[in-house]
């Protein structure tokens, strides 16, 4: 079965501490992973596509890999605006593009 | 650019009641259309897309239909809402070309009561 598990659940950062988030997959056949931020209350804001191992994306403080197994989003120099809930997606083999999502990770950023 | 829109923004219904949710894009044409629940602490769950007017394919089995009566416009429906209905619900959609990225609407906080 198609899986996507997100690590931590959630994590404390202080202003400026540089971390990463993970996303591991298990599917039957990898189109494509996707990134997106989540405010509270709000819907999805796309980050980043990754289509092959070895893919690097970065915007601003924020940096997206891809092995063959896992993904992950390093943070480097925190700032409190990037407070949010970030969502790992991968697109897997089919006729209509279905994204399978993970849980997410809630990242809180203090000053 | 293309904009999405999701109305209302929030909902409270009573159980047993009916429900209607609708979401329109705007700035595309044909676009692969997408509904999502979203339940506290867990990931999205794709409940239906749409790869056309009047082409709809569910997810998973409940109490919930979908319409997409204009390209851009799909619909969201219930005919008896239950309690397990409840969650933050988001339309997506993207482009019938390559790329593969969603991109989601604001959402609707539904609460059945």
């Known amino acids: 079965e198609d899986q996507v598990t997100q690590s931590p659940e959630a994590l404390r950062l202080q202003e400026g501490e540089s971390s990463s988030l993970n996303c591991s997959y298990t599917?039957?056949?990898?189109?494509?992973l996707f990134w997106y931020r989540q405010d509270p209350g709000k819907g999805p804001e796309f980050l980043f596509t990754?289509?092959?191992a070895g893919e690097e994306k970065e915007k601003e403080r924020l940096k997206a890999t891809l092995t063959k197994k896992e993904s992950f989003l390093h943070i480097t120099a925190p700032k409190p605006e990037d407070s949010a809930t970030y969502l790992c997606?991968?697109?897997?083999?089919?006729?209509?593009?279905?994204?399978?999502f993970g849980a997410g990770t809630r990242l809180a950023v203090h000053p | 650019s293309q904009t999405i829109h999701q109305w209302p923004a929030t909902l409270v219904q009573p159980v047993g009641s009916p429900l209607s949710l609708e979401c329109t894009v705007e700035?595309?044409?044909?676009?692969?259309l997408y509904w999502y629940r979203q339940a506290a602490g867990r990931g999205l769950q794709l409940l239906f897309y749409?790869?056309?007017?009047?082409?709809i394919s569910s997810e998973v089995p409940q109490n919930l239909s979908a319409s997409r009566p204009q390209d851009r416009q799909f619909i969201l429906s219930s005919k008896k809402l239950l309690l397990s209905d409840s969650g933050f619900y988001l339309c997506?959609?993207?482009?019938?070309?390559?790329?593969?990225?969603?991109?989601f609407g604001p959402g609707t906080r539904l609460t059945v009561t």
């Open positions: 997506a959609w993207r482009t019938s070309g390559a790329s593969y990225e969603q991109y």
């Open positions: 599917v039957s056949g990898l189109r494509g």
């Open positions: 749409s790869v056309g007017i009047g082409q």
């Open positions: 997606a991968v697109q897997v083999s089919g006729g209509y593009n279905k994204l399978i």
């Open positions: 700035g595309t044409s044909n676009p692969n």
């Open positions: 990754l289509y092959s």
